[in-house]
């Protein structure tokens, strides 16, 4: 880090708009304390989980911005080191849906990297991520953060499809099927439904939603066209990713669930059902 970058970051934490952002802050919290009266009232008992949920998603996103506001200023390689570690963060997050499967962590962080790091390599090559350190670290972080929700997804399901059909995984096993040919289906169905909600996203753009970064460009100038292009772009770029990511995960995991004899993994199963 350079002088310049601290006197960026200090920069912008004196400016008067801060305190605009935290009176926004305090009257979004004071909605949210409807939302949380009526979550106690009514007995439903996550009360805590909102609050610390909140808490939580402020100090993360000030810090986020702080550090923003510092590699503004900062060497491009900054970038590079940033997205590396929101994509060890982003399989130790997700990770946790597949817990019981082994090795779950290691391939959640190469499947993410393989995602979510082609694609933004991929779409900076192409002109569409500008080689800029805001620009990787903003839109790389929307792409390396939806490879991970959809990760969690595909592993949730995942584990899911595989104790729930475990017997009929083993027909197919005892009549001669490779272990790729017993699994393929749930493996397929798992990728689906963890893509389902970035294709309805999709399906609703423009229809039922303007998407935050279209308005964003609008409401900044931009050319309203190229700002629906522009969204449109990343909205591929996010499917890309999380597909990607899902594909990759999934197929080095469905090997995992099997012995070397071609047997389901006993050890595995019983650890994915408890």
Known sequence: MTWTALETFFEHAADPVIVTGFVQIAIAVA???????????RQLGFEREIVTTTVRGLVQVVAAGAVIGILL???LAWAGIVLVVMIFVAAW??????????????TSVISIGFGAGLTIVAMTLAGAIEMTVEDLI???SMIIANAMQTNSLALDRFTGEVASNRAEIEA???????????????VSTSVYAALIPT?????????VKIPGLMAGMIIAGANPIYAAQYQFAVMLMIFAAGGLT????????SRRVFTDAKQLD????????T
């Open 73 to 75: 200023a900062a060497h």
């Open 31 to 41: 909605l949210t304390a409807i939302v949380l009266g009526v979550v106690y009232l």
């Open 199 to 207: 294709i309805d996203a999709i399906k609703s753009l423009g229809i």
């Open 246 to 253: 899902v594909v990759a995960n999934t197929l080095l995991l």
């Open 138 to 140: 903003v839109i790389g």
């Open 266 to 273: 006993e050890t595995v199963i019983d650890a994915i059902e």
């Open 93 to 106: 997050i997700s990770y946790k849906r597949g817990v019981a499967l082994p090795g779950v962590f290691r």
């Open 172 to 186: 197919l096993l005892s009549v001669g099927a490779s272990p790729d040919e017993a699994i393929t289906q749930y």
